[in-house]
């Protein structure tokens, strides 16, 4: 599947600038969906730990091997469904682009068409 960024107006002057440069193929480390996934479960883990210690919803408790093995799956699962729901956003994401494309194509034909003249024939 081709990128709707890519389509290359014909009619264009090859060496003029984009007003607005297109965005790089190569994403962020931030926007990797894995590494998203891993970042929120760390986080995730070490939030609860942190609640359990501190005495957020009920008294502090020191944690022992039991409750950190626990944050660890929670966070584990915590972040797989971080990654799952980001890998859904970025499939949502390139639909929406596709259908604007799409959708910015049809809105250019009849420009495209009145701009051929009324003598020359369309």
Known sequence: MSDPEDNKNPNRDPDTVDPVPAESDKPSLWQVPIVRGVANGAFFTVMLCLIQVLGVFREGRPLDDETVAG????????????????????????????????????????????????????
Do not use: C, H, T
Not at 98 to 108: G, H, L, N, Q, T
């Open 71 to 122: 944050n660890i799956m929670a966070g584990v699962v915590f972040g797989f469904v971080m990654y799952i729901v980001e890998l859904w956003r970025r499939q949502r994401r390139g639909k929406q682009r596709v259908a604007e494309a799409a959708r910015r194509a049809v809105e250019e034909r009849p420009n495209q068409d009145q701009s051929a003249g009324p003598d020359e024939e369309r």
